[in-house]
């Protein structure tokens, strides 16, 4: 045997050695087609054994045993390999007769916990939450002992917990506190402001940093990584948008920190997104992922849905995320052509005046805060004088990225068009991690709901805020500042933000495994897929979405289901994922401990 023949096998060793049953059932098969039919008889009968009780499997293995057995029907189906154009029984096939095919290590990942699933050896338990906790047996007490018992083993894993929240601070904390008054003194002189200057929105507004000797001035304040300072640089040259306002700067620490390196991510592009943004950069509608250009039916605004419109009366904000939905279509931060002009808004109003289905109107962007009062109340009041409107949602990131604008005028005005049952204004924002939280921006969230209109947080699932009980931690602290979670959306697929994004497995554990672990009223919000053309689809369900193939690469591919499935007949969007073994590997980067993440193959 030579060398290369002894690196495949070790190779898929691992697999081969969790099922070698498989292995020579599939290395007997002569052909692709017997293969096949060999796979689904003895999937069939696995199942027929365990259903039976002819092997005893504890309930909690049967569960990872069932789903896994279906989604191994799923990838040998011909079905579903004509839909995902790749057939990863060939490759296995292929892999247990030569020794070897042409698919990544992460696709070998995939099978080997496929196949530890439906042999009931996952090694999932115990959990690494039970780490120096021990489980009583429940069942040998009753009444008050075993209530006792019972307190006492949660109060261990309850603290086990707490390990990992305090990893995540918040801007409330003393020290962090006082810290950021040290960043604003930098950046205060630097920009040769004062107190008052900080104070008011309009200068936040103006020291927006977006161009190159914005950038200087920003270096002065915060050291940037040689990739940050590259990327941000070369987007600057190519007028791909690009700012960050002075409030936001100075909740950066002033080196790069495992606390701020979402603040970081939210602003700072990686190289590999700006130069996808410069080759398409004289066409970016490339990147319209949710095909706004065709759910659009009338100039600024869109429809998806039966009873919601959005309005965009706005086409940028004063400081650009990274991965906005509409990078194909924001301008540069505060650009003074991204006001809708009055008479396009006019236009606008009146066609939504006219859809009397349209009960639900979000006012979004780019930002419309950036609009002066006086123009914000002058749109509020005329869609106050549509009668089928019986909701608006304010949605806007100034609370965290520009706290000051929401000044005791706009609070007024927003109040006004809030309540009298006939309708009810709300604001939505985007907090995506705890540290962005800080006292100026809980001070206005008071504001807001001092005067009764509720605020809600749309996070966006990234590989920057999805390491362990890192999004329980932003659940708590907008509890705690009054903000009600919303959506949890998961990272939208476009293709130049490849690098931010965190597997449908992941947010699908996050919600199982952290998110249940706390009080109902911490976990409001709703994992969403936003489906092109269609709309959000809600992960937590089978029947909304569907693992129906692997990639050679390891990357999964998943139908979504649209939320019209049973109401009309509508073909599922078909989805390729990151893959999981590339995903950990970047935690693994970060210091993060593989084994907190074991059971994430298990999520489809």
């Not at 992460?106 to 699933?117: G, P, S, T, V, Y």
């Not at 409330?172 to 008011?200: C, M, S, Y």
């Not at 306002?245 to 080196?255: A, G, R, V």
């Not at 490339?286 to 250009?293: G, K, L, S």
């Amino acid at each position: 045997m030579n060398e290369n023949s002894k690196s495949y096998l070790k190779r898929w060793k691992r697999c081969w050695h969790v099922a070698p049953d498989i292995h020579l059932l599939l290395k007997e098969s002569k052909s692709l087609d017997s293969a096949r039919h060999k796979m689904m008889n003895y999937l069939n009968s696995s199942e027929a054994a365990f259903r039976n009780d002819y092997f005893e499997l504890s309930n909690a293995d049967f569960i990872l045993f069932e789903h896994s057995l279906m989604v191994l029907k799923n990838f040998f189906s011909m079905r579903y390999e004509r839909i995902a154009k790749t057939s990863p029984l060939e490759f296995i096939w292929k892999a247990s007769r030569d020794g070897d095919s042409d698919v990544a290590d992460d696709f070998i990942d995939e099978f080997e916990h496929l196949f530890r699933a439906i042999k009931g050896n996952t090694k999932v338990y115990p959990s690494y939450l039970m780490e120096g906790v021990v489980s009583p047996d429940f069942e040998k007490y009753s009444g008050r002992v075993a209530g006792k018992k019972r307190s006492d083993f949660l109060d261990l894993l309850g603290e086990n917990i707490d390990e990992f929240l305090e990893r995540y601070p918040d801007g409330l904390k003393p020290e962090i506190v006082a810290k950021r008054k040290e960043n604003k003194k930098r950046i205060l002189k630097i920009f040769q402001g004062t107190e008052e200057n900080w104070k008011d929105y309009i200068w936040q507004f103006r020291n927006v940093i977006k161009s190159h000797s914005g950038l200087e001035k920003l270096k002065s304040v915060i050291k940037l990584s040689d990739s940050e300072e590259e990327a941000t640089s070369l987007a600057i040259e190519n007028n791909i948008p690009f700012g960050v306002t002075p409030h936001y700067l100075h909740l950066m620490d002033e080196k790069p920190s495992d606390y701020d390196f979402a603040i970081r991510r939210q602003v700072f592009p990686p190289i590999d997104y700006v130069k996808a943004m410069m080759s398409h950069k004289n066409d970016r509608s490339i990147f319209d992922f949710m095909r706004e250009h065709d759910t659009s039916p009338v100039d600024h605004v869109t429809r998806r849905y039966i009873k919601v419109a959005i309005l965009k009366p706005y086409d940028t904000c004063p400081q650009i995320c990274v991965y906005c939905q509409r990078n194909w279509e924001i301008t540069s931060p505060s650009q003074k052509a991204a006001q809708v002009l009055k008479k396009d808004i006019d236009k606008a109003v009146k066609w939504i005046a006219k859809h009397d289905q349209i009960m639900d109107l979000l006012v979004t962007g780019g930002d419309p805060l950036i609009m002066s009062n006086k123009v914000v109340s002058e749109l509020l009041s005329q869609l106050a004088t549509i009668p089928h409107l019986r909701s608006i949602r304010i949605a806007s990131r100034v609370p965290i990225t520009v706290p000051q604008r929401i000044d005791d005028e706009l609070v007024d005005i927003l109040a006004k068009y809030n309540g009298s049952q006939k309708r009810f204004l709300c604001f939505v924002t985007h907090f995506s991690h705890p540290y962005e939280i800080n006292q100026e921006t809980a001070e206005v969230i008071n504001k807001l709901r001092m005067k009764g209109i509720t605020v809600y947080n749309q996070q966006v699932f990234t590989i920057a805020n999805s390491r362990r009980f890192e999004t329980v931690a932003l659940r708590i602290g907008l509890k705690m500042i009054g903000v009600d979670p919303y959506y949890v959306f998961n990272l939208k697929g476009k293709s130049e933000l490849i690098n931010y994004a965190a597997p449908v497995a992941r947010i699908l554990q996050e919600r199982q495994e952290e998110a249940r672990l706390m009080p109902g009223i911490y976990r409001s919000d709703e994992p969403v897929f936003n489906v092109p053309f269609l709309g959000k689809n809600h992960m937590r369900a089978w029947q909304d979405h569907e693992l129906i193939s692997i990639l050679p690469s390891g990357r999964r591919v998943y139908a979504f289901h649209a939320w019209e499935k049973n109401i009309r007949k509508v073909d599922s969007y078909i989805y390729t994922d990151i893959s999981i073994r590339s995903y950990l590997n970047k935690l693994a980067e970060r210091g993060e401990d593989l084994e907190e993440y074991n059971s994430i193959w298990y999520y489809y």
